[in-house]
Every structure is written in structure tokens, then in C-alpha cells.
């Protein structure tokens, strides 16, 4: 989507839609709007029509109390807006800047929410592509010129979490674990200053990565472990970002049934999430060194497939019993965890859908984040609530920890007791970063579904911004 920002009023602004928000209580200066005026509402989330004449269309949006308003709000009321240009056909809109505190993070909120509402996965839709009308081609914020840079930002990043989101919709026979690498290569081939190092079954065993070496072996589809490399000349320690990359979750010989299974072709989410925010990252230029590792493998069933009760060797020399083989992404983050500490990393952060409990804990509102640094988990929650991409943070204790260990290795993938799952998902994952200031992202429940005005069903591309805030507070 093309995206500017104009100082213009309302009667000039030249768009097919025009937004223009009204609070609660609140009315327009006289001749501003025009007549019909009168019924617009201040409601939060009402919708008025009006056709003044100039502008041709008007749109008063509802922004409610102005005590209340908050960039969430005007990111779902963005959303709105760009499903009321849809169904109008609009393929321009102009938004006016509503009065808030913080200009900049208002403007980034208009275009978030209008590219993220926008967004739609038509790839496999043939004959069907056109009933859905135009797309949104432009977006004009009306506002001062000292916006350009918020809004440009806002572009990038939201435009690279819909490219997470076209990641994680593709089918599993469609985005593989090569298909993930060559994403990776094409973002490093964008950027002089990003090198990426791709291994593949063989290397992956050779370099006794055991953990995604067993999950891969049940199914005919060859792992990769990928790792991106950013110098963006940062003078604070090396950030990672790990995310996990199952293109397609069977559960293995512990296999998940049927109901619902085609949904673990979201498994990659994290994988996604992190590939393209580091794109972002690249594109907008912030001084960080960052590496991106991406442990990629189906997880499938077979006569050659991993078993319960086998044991098997990670990355760091530890010992795992594979007690269900459906607890798979704690076996190839651990791995991709140790190979990354090892390439350097001194802040390790992993996003990755690892357990079914963190949605009966917090649904898809707040993903859970894990954390053995306080400062880390700290910056990750302020970032969650500048970005609105929530996290809520988890314990890490000795006794569950102890609900780890195996009977015959070290480890066991699975807890001795059902209770706190994603905590002793986490545990694990300790296990594998050596000290390293590391935090531990779980986003099983908000990686789709989330239903959100400007995220609705399907892949919600979650993380791509929570990460870009992050790194953009830390070179602050
Ligand atoms: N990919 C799943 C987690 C998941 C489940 C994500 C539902 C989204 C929705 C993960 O690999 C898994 O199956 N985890 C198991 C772990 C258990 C066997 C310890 C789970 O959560 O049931
Ligand atoms: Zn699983
Ligand atoms: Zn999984």
C-alpha cells in the first residue's frame, strides 16, 4: 500500500473515502463537515456516511470518550475504516489525524490498522479473486509533515507482518522448510549487510543436531536449520531472535487427532514472526547487531519416525527421552537455542506456538513470555503494550524444572504432571541457553484466531511488531 502524509483540509483532501473522527460529546467546527453533520455519533466504533459534496464521501468514525482513546482503539477503528472503504470500493482514503498526546504513535496506529485490516490471503482463490472488489491501493494521513517518518516506519513493519501472515496461511505442501530458507535467502540478498548460512538434514546431523534430526525423521521432507546475520553496526550486545518452524504439527506416533489438525500448518508461526521482523529491521535500518535462527522440520508419523521413550542427544550434549512426540518444538528449539548462544548471541529471545495450555491460561489476548532476565522481560512487556501485540509473563521455579528430568537421560520433553504445560515447555528451553539473558515467547494462542478488528481469522502475523518496538526502544 502506498502511504503519505498531507497537511490538507478535509474539503481538499482528494481520496474516494475520506475518515475523520469524531469524540464523544464532540462536534465539528462549523462548515467543516458539512450538512448531515448533526447525526454523525462519537460513539466508539460508529460509522456516519455523509457526501458533503467536497470531500465526495465523508466518513465520521466514532473514537468514544476522549479520556478512554487511546492507539489500540484507533487501531481497530483503522481496521474498520478499510472494511467501510472495501465495501464502498474506495481505492484511496485519506485519514485525519486525530487530536492525541503522541502524534507520531497516532499516525503509526492509522496505518497499522489500515494495513493489517486490509489484509487478504487470495493465493489459492482462482475464478473467486475478483468478487472480492479492489484493493486499498492508497492511504493519505492528514496531518503535519513531521509524521513522515512515524508513518513510513508504521508501513514497513506492518507490511512485514502481513508478509508473516502470507507465511503462516500457506498450505504445508506449499511452505516447506526450503520454502522458509529461500525466504530467508531473498532477505538476505536484499541487504549487503545480511549474510544468511543455511543447513540442511545432512549437515543438521553431522552437526549432531539431534533434536531436529529426530523430529524430521518420520516424514520424506528434509529439515533446515537457517541462521540470518545482521550487522546493523549496534553498539549494544548481539540481539537473536529464534523462532520455531514446523510447517505441519501430526503430533508424530503420539499423534493429535483429526478435529482441528489443519490448523498446525500454522506451526511455523514463530518462524515467521521472526524471519520477517528481522526484514523490518533490515529495511528501516536500526542500529542493532541481530541473528535470526530458525529451526524448520515437519513433524510426521512413520516406520522411521521417532518413538516414545527413545533417547535422543541436542545440540549442547544433553540427553532428551522423548516421552511424546507431539512436545516437539521444545526437541528443535533446543538445538537452534544452543547453536545460537554459540554463534554469539547475548540476548536470546524465542517466539514460538509450543503449547495448547498458554490458550486455557490466556487465551489469544496476551501471548505468555518466560524469562530468566527481569530487564528483558521487562523491555518485552513495554514493547507488548506499545505495540498492542500483549505478552503477560510467567514464573520459571526449581520445581518445575524438577517436573523435567528424565528417568534414563537428563531430560524428558514431557512433564511429570499435566499442570503448568507451558512453564515446563520453558523450563526445558532453559536448559538449553547457557545463562544467556533469554526470554521465552509463547504465542500458540495468539498466532491466529485472534479476532481482533485488525487482525481477524487466520494467521495475525503476531510478533513481527511486538519485535520491531523492542528493538526499536533498545536503539532508543
Ligand atoms: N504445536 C503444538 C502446540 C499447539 C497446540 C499450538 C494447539 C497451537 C494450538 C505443540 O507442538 C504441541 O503439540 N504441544 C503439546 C505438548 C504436550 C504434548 C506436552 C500440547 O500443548 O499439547
Ligand atoms: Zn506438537
Ligand atoms: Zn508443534
Avoid: C
Avoid at 511488531?465 to 523492542?470: E, K, P, T
Amino acid at each position: 500500500m502506498k502511504v503519505d502524509v498531507r497537511q490538507s483540509s478535509l474539503r481538499d483532501a482528494d481520496a474516494a473515502l475520506v475518515a475523520v473522527g469524531l469524540f464523544e460529546g464532540g462536534s465539528f467546527a462549523d462548515g467543516v463537515v458539512g450538512p448531515g453533520s448533526d447525526d454523525a455519533k462519537g460513539t466508539f466504533r460508529s460509522m456516519t456516511l455523509l457526501y458533503p459534496g467536497e470531500p465526495r464521501r465523508l466518513l465520521v468514525v466514532g473514537l468514544g470518550e476522549r479520556d478512554d482513546f487511546d492507539v489500540e482503539k484507533l487501531r481497530v477503528l483503522a481496521a474498520l475504516v478499510a472494511g467501510e472503504a472495501k465495501k464502498l470500493e474506495a481505492t484511496s482514503l485519506a485519514w485525519a489525524l486525530p487530536a492525541a498526546e503522541d502524534e507520531e504513535a497516532a499516525a503509526e496506529a492509522i496505518v497499522t490498522g489500515t494495513i493489517l485490516g486490509s489484509y487478504r490471503f487470495d493465493r489459492f482463490k482462482g475464478s473467486g479473486k475478483d468478487d472480492e472488489g479492489p484493493r486499498l491501493e492508497t492511504l493519505t494521513v492528514l496531518g503535519p509533515a513531521e509524521l513522515a517518518g512515524a508513518v513510513e516506519t508504521a508501513r514497513i513493519y506492518s507490511e512485514a507482518a502481513n508478509r508473516a501472515r502470507d507465511l503462516q496461511e500457506t498450505p504445508a505442501n506449499f511452505a516447506k522448510p526450503e520454502d522458509l530458507a529461500r525466504r530467508a535467502e531473498e532477505i538476505a540478498a536484499g541487504s549487503d549487510k545480511v549474510t544468511v548460512e543455511v543447513f540442511d538434514g545432512d549437515a543438521i546431523r553431522a552437526k549432531g543436531m539431534g533434536g531436529l534430526a529426530a523430529v524430521s525423521q518420520g516424514g520424506p521432507v528434509d529439515p533446515r536449520l537457517i541462521t540470518l546475520r545482521y550487522s546493523g553496526a549496534g553498539s549494544g550486545p548481539t540481539l537473536a531472535f529464534v523462532g520455531k518452524g514446523v510447517t505441519f504439527d501430526t503430533g508424530g506416533i503420539s499423534l493429535k487427532p483429526g478435529a482441528g489438525m489443519q490448523e498446525m500448518k500454522f506451526d511455523m508461526s514463530g518462524a515467521a514472526a521472526v524471519l520477517e521482523a528481522f526484514a523490518a529491521i533490515v529495511e528501516l535500518g536500526l542500529p542493532i547487531d541481530l541473528l535470526t535462527v530458525v529451526p524448520s522440520t515437519e513433524n510426521m508419523p512413520s516406520g522411521t519416525a521417532v518413538k516414545p521413550g527413545d533417547v535422543i542427544t541436542q545440540y549442547n550434549g544433553k540427553t532428551v527421552e522423548v516421552n511424546n512426540t507431539d512436545a516437539e518444538g521444545r526437541l528443535i528449539l533446543a538445538d537452534a537455542l544452543a547453536w545460537t548462544v554459540e554463534q554469539g548471541a547475548e540476548r536470546v529471545i524465542d517466539l514460538a506456538t509450543l503449547t495448547g495450555a498458554v490458550l486455557v491460561a490466556l487465551g489469544s489476548t496476551y501471548a505468555a513470555v518466560i524469562s530468566n532476565d527481569d530487564a528483558l522481560a521487562s523491555e518485552i512487556a513495554a514493547a507488548g503494550e506499545e505495540s498492542g501485540e500483549l505478552v503477560w509473563r510467567l514464573p520459571l521455579h526449581p520445581e518445575y524444572k524438577e517436573m523435567m528430568k528424565g528417568t534414563v537421560a537428563d531430560l524428558s520433553n514431557l512433564g511429570s504432571k499435566r499442570e503448568a504445560g507451558t512453564i515446563t515447555a520453558a523450563s526445558f528451553l532453559e536448559e538449553f541457553v547457557d545463562g544467556t539473558p533469554w526470554a521465552h515467547i509463547d504465542i500458540a494462542g495468539t498466532a491466529w484466531d485472534v479476532n481482533r478488528a485488525y487482525t481477524g481469522k487466520g494467521g495475525s502475523g503476531y510478533g513481527v511488531r511486538l519485535l520491531v518496538q523492542l528493538v526499536r526502544d533498545l536503539v532508543d
